[in-house]
């Protein structure tokens, strides 16, 4: 991170509240606070964890950086842009910027869809690159994810679970992102191959010049990869800073809670 540079992701003051199906029809309307007054600020070349238990608003914050739901209040600023106030055409030119990778490796790949499509589909939809462009640029980073461009022409199938999130990552990296909003990359995955994801990962953060906002219920993980941590409870960011730092000497009960949890028996 250059000394003054601006930040990458600005989140102020973050809500999103969630209205429940009424039990009846004449019963009471319920409201669901997924996330309260979230504030952080991730710049580039740093990386960001978000922790806490199943129900925190991690996923929900996920939606909202990547702008595929509206904050209630708040603001998202990528590159200094308020996601929410940009209109369709000048959000799918900023979505370039920022892609996503998801926890299920088969789920967020299309069965009916080859390696070559999935991978550029994000070029075609964002930049409308041609075919020969799209099929050189698929090549290009599923090499750089330790694929073989023989696989361009498979279909998820084919893969194991590990190879399947190497393609995940491929398509993310096809529009050369600044940011990867990285949800439980590696959660499904055997150990070992865990392993082997997110030595991927920090190569190609090296590479790509990509900074992670990286959601993990695994504080291990989140050790690992992240500058920085974020730890959410109902919603609420209840204690942040230098991830060594707060790992060390955790401040807020929550916390202590959630690396008390993850120590081996």
Known sequence: MADGAPPLLVTERLSRHYRLPRETVLGAVHTVRALSDVSFTLHAGRNLGIVGESGSGKSTLARLVMALERPDSGSVRFNGQDLAALDASAL?????????????PYGSLDPRRTVAQTVAEPLAVLHGAGRGEQRERARDVLDAVG?????????????????RQRIAIARALITRP???????PVSALDVSVQAQVLN?????????????????HDLAVVDLVCDEVLVLQHGVVVEQGATRAVFARPQH?????????????
């Open 200 to 216: 991927l990962m920090q190569d190609l953060q090296d590479r790509y010049r990509v900074t992670y906002l990286f959601i993990s």
């Open 92 to 104: 799918r030119r900023a979505r370039s910027g920022f892609q996503m990778v998801f926890q299920d």
């Open 147 to 163: 694929l073989r461009a023989s696989d361009l022409d498979k279909y998820p199938h084919e893969f194991s679970g590990g190879q």
């Open 253 to 265: 009960d929550y916390t202590r809670m959630l690396l008390a949890a993850a120590q081996p028996d």
């Open 178 to 184: 600044q940011l990867i909003v990285a949800d439980e």
